[in-house]
């Protein structure tokens, strides 16, 4: 039985992210959880158990941690604008300033008429071309008004426009953006032919050089395994540093000190893999 809305809830609306997204965490990391967990309990030595349970409690802290950040994402919607709440990221625009609302799947958002302040709105330009090469997360239209932040996400909210109240609400809040032509005529800003070449180099010398580490990795002996797991870090070191460059100089600072920080722990293990192997090679130990 459906209840009707409090005279508060008619004034402020507040939404979480939708179910399905908040188990992703439970869902990719779950396995690897109860595999840690077998192995915490069932190996036969106890050097194996102790790995077993260093990595269910590092997969725990980072399920939880991941399942909390979010837990706190949400999104507000007032009789004045619409408000995106999440860690590192705080968008805000008065309907006044809205041009329109997409809805096409899994690229939903709010599209506004000015660049939003602050550093929330660098944040997401700085992650606007995340994903694999020629397949980013986002579309053309969406890195656009990212990169001029325009742009307020809700795909994260969708479940709440096919199964809850949030397509009603913005009917009651904002008639003006529900009758709004769902395209919009927004820049694209194409890359030069030129430029694509270039990527597509680095592409294809990265994904080879992370191909035969798989392989060393996989078929190699134990030497070449420890070469192989050297390449993979080293490149997931460099690609880090990359976002962390990127995200700097855009002006997102906490991206960037998030890329930086991963691009230290690479290269630390990597020293000290390195490290190893020159013991290995030498015949110390």
Known sequence: MRTTPTPEAMKRCIYHVGPWRRAIPWMVFGPMLVLAASLWVFADSVGDRSVGALIFAILTLLVLGLHALISYARLELTAEGVRLRQIGMNLAAPWIDVAGLRLDPRHEGFVTLHPIGGSGAANLAAVRDLGWYYNSIYNEEQQAVMAERRWIPIEAFAWHLRHGRLREDLARLAPAVQSLPPQLALPVHPVSPAVQ????????????????????????????????????????????????????????????????FLTLFGVLWCLLAWGDLAILFSGVG
């Open 197 to 260: 070449r270039r990527r597509l180099v680095i592409f294809l010398f990265m994904l080879g050089a992370f191909l035969a580490a798989i392989v060393m990795l996989g078929l190699g002996p134990p030497s070449r395994r420890e070469h192989g797991g050297l390449v993979v870090m080293a490149l997931l070191a460099f690609y880090a540093g990359w976002r962390a460059w990127r995200a700097f100089r855009s002006g997102a600072h906490l991206i960037g000190v998030l890329f930086a």
